[in-house]
Nanobody
Framework: QVQLVESGGGLVQAGASLRLSCAAS????????MGWFRQAPGKEREIVAG????????YYPTSVKGRFTVSRDNTKSAVYLHMDNLKPEDTAVYYC??????????????????WGQGTRVTVSG
């Protein structure tokens, strides 16, 4: 059974950094584009980073570009999201997701096949 397990969330102050990890099991990560999404209370789930299977193509929305960095290690079945200069508006539950359309970085949640359970990030101002 495919599992994606996020970790690394927590409570931090504005301006701090965090690194989220996503561990995949029963999934050949090199066959998937990976995405990080977040959902704040009362808001739609939105993508914050995506990385194609080979790691050389990434996507970031304007809201996080320059502050968030996505990376992956297919040999370790892991994906990471490094977040710098966190802001209170980054407060959300963060999810990793896998998309079998590995040659492109999909930007909408409907395109992703597998999801983790999420890890909560709270940024105090």
């Amino acid at each position: 059974q495919v599992q994606l397990v996020e970790s690394g969330g927590g409570l931090v102050q504005a301006g701090a950094s965090l690194r989220l990890s996503c561990a995949a099991s029963e999934l050949n990560l090199s066959e998937y584009t990976m995405g990080w999404f977040r959902q704040a209370p009362g808001k739609e789930r939105e993508i914050v980073a995506g990385i194609a299977w080979h790691g050389t193509v990434t996507y970031y929305p304007t809201s996080v570009k320059g502050r968030f960095t996505v990376s992956r290690d297919n040999t370790k079945s892991a994906v990471y999201l490094h977040m710098d200069n966190l802001k209170p508006e980054d407060t959300a539950v963060y999810y990793c997701a896998a998309d079998s359309a590995k040659w492109k970085v999909s930007r909408t949640q409907d395109e992703y096949d597998y999801w983790g359970q999420g890890t909560r990030v709270t940024v105090s101002g």
